[in-house]
């Protein structure tokens, strides 16, 4: 064995070193152009310092630059012309084209030395999905509405071709389906009129969505079957972590296509799903349900492979709080009436979610009594009272108080004039002397 790797070992050699040069000869050629004498480059240009949230609406031109002089040691890749876009606002401007100088060479000429950029703001938005199903599935079959999460999309581009985005579309075929099918598909953009929306250079994509795919379910079923959209409720076992309350529990999708005889869906009107554990749970928690651990009664099913998300919000849980002194009014009193005693302050406690109750104050409570159509007596009753969203009264007081009749003075006028003021006066005469 020895012998046979020791044979022609020269040759072996000088082959080695000549395939390792061969390597480092063609691996250089990719990576390096050096430049002839007083050559003219054509340059793509590139932009630098592009302000935050803006984008460039110009297709940028190839640029000719001629030079003086001759470096063997340049490398032509390593050479860019460029315009410096700081501190540029949206709109149309002129930006002059520089290229970094050359060691051991001379730029003669630039051209173009200005161009026109037209720059815009990014921008976003939420925006539906909606599918458009081309050809028929297989006889005797017919498709429902599909199912696509998500169903709506983050899209993200420049304000002046965002505006323009009519609909985010995914466009699929059922030719030949017997049976539902889920796929992930690419979501394009489309204006108004139906056509594709591309920014000033078509091979770039200048509108983008997050996420950019969607996952779509197509329900085909038998053209005999019936469907009813019924909403989904979901239902929880266990308590939260000490401290904490369920604020809130909801499905996502909210309801589902459910498909079967006539008779069977007649009376079936809501899927429970669930319940789901929140025993110990501090935060907003979500759980995912197959649809395959949801049961339905006999005859009736829905597209399979769905999924159900049970959102249950976890906050503090609800306090009490009670005010105390807080005045009340008295409201629409007749005018021949007067109370017979002011009305004391009286204290009312009252329940909210901790983040409303801590910044309630005295001023936001309003408490009052209405007297309309009362007459002299005594009266208990409990006041009417006014609070802010989210803040409702546990406890309030009943009120006792008792009205009467105004007393008119005699003599309303001025107590130095005592009086009917209405009534001439006499002048005032001394009596005669005889």
Known sequence: MKELLQRNLGYKLISLVLAILFWLWVTSQGTSQTLDRDPTLTLSLVTKNTPANSVIMTKLPSVRVKTEGYNPSINVNEIFAYVDLSGSEPGEHEFE????????????????????????????????????????????????????????????????????????????????????????????????????????????????????????????????????????????????????????????????????????????????????????????????????????????????????????EIGNAIQDKTFYDLPIAMKNLPQDLVLEQPLPPVSITVRAYPEVLEPLTHEQIALWLDATGKATGEYTVKPYWQLPAGVEVVSVPDITYTLKTKVVPENPGNPNEPGDPNKPTTPDTKPSVE
């Open 97 to 312: 084209v520089k290229v970094d100088p050359i060691p051991n060479m001379k730029i003669v000429e630039i051209t173009p030395r200005v161009v026109t950029l037209q720059l815009d703001t990014v921008e976003e938005k939420m925006l539906p999905v909606t599918v458009d199903l081309t050809d028929q599935p297989a006889p005797n079959n017919r498709v429902e509405e599909p199912i696509v999460k998500p169903s709506m999309v983050n899209v993200r581009g420049p304000s002046s071709l965002l505006n323009v985005v009519d609909k985010v579309l995914v466009e699929l075929s059922v030719a030949g389906a017997s049976d539902t099918f889920q796929v992930s598909r690419p979501l394009l953009f489309r204006d108004q009129n139906g056509s594709a929306i591309f920014g000033p250079d078509p091979s770039v994509e200048t509108i983008t969505s997050s996420p950019s795919s969607v996952d779509i379910i197509v329900p085909i079923v038998a053209k005999e079957l019936e469907s009813k959209r019924v909403p989904l409720n979901a239902t929880t076992t266990g308590t939260p972590a000490e401290g904490k309350a369920v604020r809130s529990v909801r499905v996502i999708p909210n309801g589902v296509q459910v498909f079967g005889e006539p008779e069977a869906l007649d009376n079936f009107n809501v899927l429970n799903i669930g319940p789901v554990n929140i025993n110990g749970i501090s935060s907003t928690t979500t759980y995912e349900i197959s649809s395959d651990k949801v049961s339905l009664p006999d005859g009736l099913s829905y597209v399979s492979r769905t999924s159900f998300s049970v959102i249950v």
